[in-house]
């Protein structure tokens, strides 16, 4: 058995936020003792960063590490009993304290910090200061690097100035007027809600020193105490109820703090981040079925193209070559109807166009309705999840269901979903640009040389890219209906059939100066198409 082991018995250290107490300046002055106790002497082996919230200090000649959490909500120092280092997401950080010695534990006077004094004018500052916790390194009291870098206040951080020395006497009590926090820095909200609930407010000056110092004594010496509130688990120096564990040592009283706290704290942390993202699934699904809704209702109450095309027909003899507007009786209602023609078609062409744009309709409210009954299905799944998700109580089983019936998406996918529009056909991920620079985004950051690049010929519309999947060949029937989300996604969306051309991505380029969306294209084949979205995407 270790050094470690035998002084933290097999357990672990933990220092968390401040309102729990379990950072408060009362217990991490004992905690800092025993941790001197245990590394005062020892050699650091080397530091990792493991997450932008998690620090590994190894220490040479121990099979354990001291880990230190700096997540918003807990904050902690200890000693796993257990901890392998991750293989990936790690890197090296305080290089410069690699193999020196710790001279002694100092515990901050009146505040939440401790630092290790190191070989060779080292400090490694350990700031237990709830949400601005961190570890901050100095060389000569001159700081040479900090954990988390967003805390721009710690680069001025003066070890010379973090000992809080306070006049702790009766007159100078009264001549703060009674204010306990000017004459006892390290009270501190948990504390101040004690003091209050014994009816500190409303005491004479005598009796709310008497509280104070009589308060100091059992702060100073304490009796800490884990105990259960609810689903959640507290450690405390102010009162013995409930108590799960009660006892004298920081090391032990922290060690059944954290053993118990950790598996609820990474399940509501793993379970909050996986229903964040399906929220955003969710809300997205929502405003995909109302938009479909919304066309839908638009296809339904304007007049259809076949009836156009009928009323035109039957009023050949009025229209000539060039009109670009018209007003006919429709026969179908009995109501006069404003027509618009292409004047370069004859009154027989712009029929016929009118038929065309008929059949494409049609196909659209087809699709429309495939559409909303599967993102109606996928909503209704979403839903199943999130109800699941938040039943679940135990970590393991939430990763299993994760891993089984989500798959959460990586960052990546989760940013192209975001940025552009996607469709998936026999397994083969389809990104559509949204505008001119949406599309340059896509084709020139979001593409790999590989992937199939297509567009509607000589109109403008969106860039369009069929994923390369390495070691299968693009299918024919999964290129032509590419062509035909490009060719529905461009201004000749209308015509029957529509020339989209088609070439890997490694042979389009951007000219300097190009407009947005704008490209150079090489060896293309042409397909002819009808225009359309994919029926089941």
Not at 169 to 178: K, P
Not at 218 to 230: H, I, K, S
Not at 429 to 456: C, F, M, P
Not at 484 to 510: D, H, M, N, Q, W
Request: with cysteine.
């Amino acid at each position: 058995m270790t050094i470690l082991k035998s002084i933290v018995n097999s357990g672990r250290l933990l220092i968390q936020n401040s309102f729990l107490m379990t950072i408060n300046y009362y217990v991490l002055r004992i905690l800092s003792k025993e941790l001197n106790a245990l590394v005062k002497g020892q050699e650091i082996d080397s530091c990792y960063k493991v997450s932008p919230d998690e620090l590994v200090i190894l220490i040479k000649g121990f099979t354990e590490v001291i880990k230190v959490n700096l997540f918003h909500d807990f904050t902690c120092v200890y000693i796993p009993q257990r901890y392998a280092l991750p293989a990936k997401n790690r890197h090296g950080v305080f290089k410069k304290i690699k193999g020196l010695k710790i001279l002694e534990t100092v515990q901050h006077e009146n505040d939440r910090g401790f630092h290790f004094e190191l070989e060779n004018d080292f400090s490694l500052v350990f700031k237990m200061h709830g949400s601005r916790s961190n570890i901050i390194l100095l060389e000569k009291n001159l700081v040479t690097e900090v954990f988390k870098k967003n805390l721009k206040l710690d680069y001025q951080f003066d070890l010379s100035n973090v000992h809080k020395i306070s006049n702790i006497s009766f007159s100078s009590f009264v001549e703060q007027s009674c204010n306990a926090k000017k004459i006892f820095p390290a009270i501190d909200e948990e504390i101040q809600q004690w003091l209050d609930a014994k009816g500190y407010a409303g005491m004479e000056p005598q009796q709310k020193w008497d509280l104070l110092t009589n308060a100091q004594e059992t702060l100073l010496n304490p009796l800490f105490n884990v105990y259960r509130m609810g689903d959640d688990v507290k450690l405390t120096i102010l009162h013995q109820n409930n108590s799960l564990l009660l006892t004298h040592s920081a090391l032990e009283a922290c060690n059944a703090y954290a053993r118990l706290k950790e598996p609820v704290f990474f399940l509501e942390k793993e379970k909050q981040a996986v229903l964040l993202e399906l929220f955003r699934e969710k809300k997205l699904l929502q405003k995909q079925i109302a938009d479909l809704q919304k066309r839908q209702l638009i296809l339904t109450q304007s007049t259809p193209p076949g009836e156009i095309a009928d009323v035109i027909m039957a009023n050949l003899h009025q229209l000539k070559q060039g009109d670009e507007e018209v007003t006919l009786i429709n026969f179908y209602n009995d109501m006069p109807i404003k027509i618009k023609l292409r004047k370069e078609l004859s009154p027989q062409k712009n029929a016929e166009w009118y038929y065309k744009k008929s059949k494409a309709l049609e196909k659209e409210k087809r699709n429309i309705i495939e559409t909303l009954e599967q993102k109606k299905v996928q909503l209704s799944k979403l839903d199943e999840n999130i109800d699941t998700i938040n039943q679940i109580q135990q970590l393991k089983a939430l990763r299993q269901y994760i891993k089984k019936e989500i798959s959460p998406p990586s960052n990546d996918d989760l940013i192209k979903e975001q940025l552009f529009k996607k469709f998936i056909i026999d397994d083969f991920v389809i990104l559509v640009g949204k505008n001119a620079k949406n599309n340059d985004l896509l084709t020139q950051r979001y593409s790999y040389k590989e992937d199939l690049w297509l567009h509607a010929r000589d109109a403008p519309g969106s860039h369009v890219l069929v994923k390369y999947k390495p070691g299968k060949r693009y299918p024919n029937n999964v290129i032509e209906k590419a062509a035909a989300i490009a060719a529905y996604f461009s201004k000749r969306r209308g015509e029957s059939l529509c020339p989209v051309i088609v070439t890997y991505k490694k042979y389009v380029r951007k000219k300097k100066g190009a407009a947005p969306g704008e490209v150079v294209v090489e060896k293309e084949k042409t397909f002819l198409v009808e225009p359309g979205l994919p029926l089941n995407t």
